[in-house]
């Protein structure tokens, strides 16, 4: 069974920090490009940043210079510190884990965790 459990969310001022990790388990991890995705209220889920199996990352422009995504093979985590915090980015994050194999992609998604950004 396949799980991808988040934590770390919560409340924080503007300018703040939060770090946001996500433990996985019953998938190769390793295998696996990560991700953290965000929904605002009314708005559709977008991409906040990823992490290949090789270690390449990615971010949203919003979001380049105040994220950091990193990953863990050895504990099968992936983590979102985030800095310079602001009340656009409040939302729920949920993570992501996603393989291609044999011409078939397979994504798996996390509960979510909220945060707010605000004074």
């Known amino acids: 069974q396949v799980q991808l459990v988040e934590s770390g969310g919560g409340l924080v001022q503007p300018g703040g920090s939060l770090g946001l990790s996500c433990a996985a388990s019953?998938?190769?991890?390793?295998?696996?490009?990560m991700g953290w995705y965000r929904q605002a209220p009314g708005k559709q889920r977008e991409l906040v940043a990823t992490?290949?199996?090789?270690?390449?990352?990615n971010y949203v422009d919003s979001v380049k210079g105040r994220f950091t995504i990193s990953r863990d093979n050895a504990k099968n985590t992936v983590s979102l510190q985030m800095n310079s915090l602001k009340p656009e980015d409040t939302a729920v994050y949920y993570c992501?884990?996603?393989?291609?194999?044999?011409?078939?992609?397979?994504?798996?998604w996390g509960q979510g965790t909220q945060v707010t950004v605000s004074s």
């Open positions: 992501n884990a996603e393989v291609m194999r044999l011409g078939f992609r397979t994504v798996y």
């Open positions: 019953g998938i190769i991890f390793s295998a696996y490009a």
């Open positions: 992490i290949t199996s090789g270690g390449s990352t």
